[in-house]
């Protein structure tokens, strides 16, 4: 098993991705295994908060498999994409609150899942970014419109469009996490716990009633696997996977 699920006192839920060779990093079955586990949570009324982090030090979750992604055609691509999106979706959407413990990188899909989670901790090592534009592509999961929802349009653009990744002060700063802490776990299961002990209907309506807001997230999903038909997005994840800086042509 990669998707650990430890159920705590109160009603508290520790979900832990465990790929720490691959830094965590998401490949088909982790990423399905995820979702499933995150099915039955929203379902379970059992666990009033769920609690999200990567196993080690290193690695929230470093991104999705780029050498996966690199030999996808658009109809399939546009299936891990949505695979994706239901994930980050069940964060988002479950009627109960769902917290990120960011304890290192968090990029490209791992920054997407921390964006679907209501409340964001980082660690003072964590890195935070979307660098998909470096492949070729774009956010793919729900980063274009949570980031911009989250941080506001301006930051989306330069972190969509650089690709550049931000420490955890910065990411403070520019409101993508609530707080920089250590251990950020720690403090995740302290303000999970409290969390708990609240009314699981009013943060229920809570929840909902503050993601009342339009989107453009299925948009994303289908622009994100038509890309995988661009000779760019074919060179940047062959570059990427024989580490050389690629050659973009437009085409």
């Known amino acids: 098993m990669s998707v650990l699920v430890d159920r705590r006192d109160g009603g508290v839920v520790l979900v832990t991705i465990d790929r720490q060779d691959a830094l965590n990093a998401l490949n088909v079955e982790t990423l399905t ?6 099915r039955e949570l929203a379902e379970d009324e059992s666990a009033r908060v769920v609690v999200l982090t990567g196993a080690g030090e290193k690695a929230f979750v470093a991104g999705a ?9 658009p109809d399939e691509a546009k299936a891990w994409g949505a695979l994706g999106h239901e994930a980050a979706r ?10 990120a413990a960011i304890n290192g990188f968090a990029l490209g899909g791992g920054c997407e899942l921390a964006l679907g989670c209501d409340l964001r901790y980082a660690s003072s090592r964590a890195r935070l ?10 956010p793919g999961w729900g980063g274009t419109q949570r980031l ?26 520019i409101g993508l996490v609530n707080a920089v802490v250590d251990p950020v776990l720690d403090r995740a299961l302290e303000v999970a716990a409290k969390l708990a002990e609240k009314s ?25 696997g038509d890309l995988f038909a661009s000779e760019d997005a074919k060179e940047g994840l062959a570059a990427f996977a024989e580490k050389r800086t690629p050659r973009f042509t437009g085409r």
């Open 65 to 73: 498999d780029i050498k996966y992604m690199g030999s996808l055609a």
């Open 33 to 38: 295994e995820l979702r499933d586990r995150l």
């Open 148 to 173: 911009a929802r989250v941080c506001g349009l301006g930051v989306a653009k330069d972190l969509v469009l650089t690709g550049r990744m931000v420490d955890a002060e910065e990411a403070l700063r």
């Open 129 to 138: 970014g979307q660098p998909e534009i470096d492949l070729g592509i774009v």
């Open 90 to 99: 069940l964060l988002e959407e479950m009627p109960k609150p769902t917290i």
């Open 200 to 224: 699981p209907g009013a943060l229920r309506v809570a929840k909902r009633l503050l993601n009342l807001s339009p989107g453009a997230l299925e948009r994303e999903a289908e622009e994100f």
